[in-house]
């Protein structure tokens, strides 16, 4: 009975052995081929916003910590901030930038050539990537949103940017 006891705890000690002898996961499931990784949601359309105070305003609602999306509506007047796709709170937006430079190279006819080389390369990805079963690869845009504390008027200053567009939009505080 001591023998047995002894061996198996020499067996698993680091230096002896530093993998398990049985392989960690049973069942022949592999890592990643569950329906959980295969089947979930892509990534926003939004960036997303980390809150992590508790936001109260004049009526007693409150935007709870959390993770949240911030959207610009299409009049660019409003910032929309949603959490799995149901808008919390309308935020006005007090100013809009666009970047006029990024604008104007899209418009360039030496840029849009690359770009229609880009797009040919692509299709030519995706295609192989769809007889194996894999997502398509998407063009990637830059997204970011922040939120901060500004003492001196007692509100939330919000920062929303995608793609050229960038608009700042405000929170009061009570």
């Known amino acids: 009975m001591l023998e047995g006891i ?6 698993m000690h680091s230096e002896v052995r530093p993998r398990p002898i049985e392989p960690q996961s049973t069942g022949g499931v592999i890592l990643g ?4 990784y295969r089947y979930s949601l892509r990534d926003s359309d939004y960036p997303v916003l980390i809150i992590v105070d508790k936001i109260m305003d004049e009526e007693g609602d409150m935007i709870l910590p959390g993770h949240y999306e911030l959207a ?3 009049e660019r007047d409003f910032l929309i901030l949603m959490q799995t796709k149901n808008p919390i709170a309308i935020i006005p937006v007090f100013k ?5 430079e990024a604008f104007n190279q899209n418009n360039d006819k030496e840029y849009q050539k690359i770009l229609e080389k880009r797009k040919k390369e692509r299709e030519k990805t995706n295609k192989k990537r769809a007889r194996k079963g894999m997502p398509p690869d998407e063009e990637k845009i830059h997204m970011e949103a922040e939120i901060e504390y ?3 008027g007692d509100y939330y200053l919000l920062k929303y940017e995608r793609g050229t567009i960038r608009a ?7």
């Open 150 to 152: 500004v003492k001196d």
């Open 72 to 74: 610009l509506s299409d």
């Open 96 to 100: 809009v930038e666009e970047d006029k």
């Open 33 to 36: 081929s569950q329906s959980i």
């Open 6 to 11: 002894y061996t198996e705890t020499v067996l």
């Open 168 to 174: 700042w939009g405000a929170i009061k505080s009570y």
